[in-house]
């Protein structure tokens, strides 16, 4: 059974950064991603891992925030910069089984909160 444990989110000032970890085990994981969810809105993906290892990114994060992973440590991180006060939400990672990558994913981490002030 996977599980996936995050780290890594607090409160921050806007224009910070923050780096999330989230540390799956079980099995090595190829498709993987961080979704997020405001108060109020629905969970939007974020991030991810494509089937051919290429990343995808929504548009209100791309060129902030940077998906990677270490294999060795089978750990996926989301590098935040630029933080915004719109970033404010939980922030889940998420993997699939498999290496076809459809971003239906079977397996959620308990979340990690990120605050941005203005």
């Known amino acids: 059974q996977v599980q996936l444990v995050e780290s890594g989110g607090g409160s921050v000032q806007a224009g910070g950064s923050l780096r999330l970890s989230c540390a799956a085990s079980?099995?090595?994981?190829?498709?993987m991603g961080w979704s997020r969810q405001a108060p109020g809105k629905e969970r939007e993906e974020v991030a991810a891992?494509?089937?051919?290892?290429?990343?995808t990114y929504a548009a209100s994060v791309k060129g902030r925030f940077t998906i990677s992973r270490d294999n060795a440590k089978n750990t996926l991180y989301l590098q935040m910069n630029s933080l915004k006060p719109e970033d404010t939400a939980m922030y889940y990672c998420?993997?699939?089984?498999?290496?076809?990558?459809?971003?239906?994913?079977?397996?959620w981490g308990q979340g990690t909160q990120v605050t941005v002030s203005s």
């Open positions: 079980g099995y090595r994981l190829h498709c």
């Open positions: 891992f494509l089937s051919d290892g290429s990343t």
């Open positions: 998420a993997a699939q089984a498999g290496i076809f990558c459809t971003g239906r994913y079977s397996a």
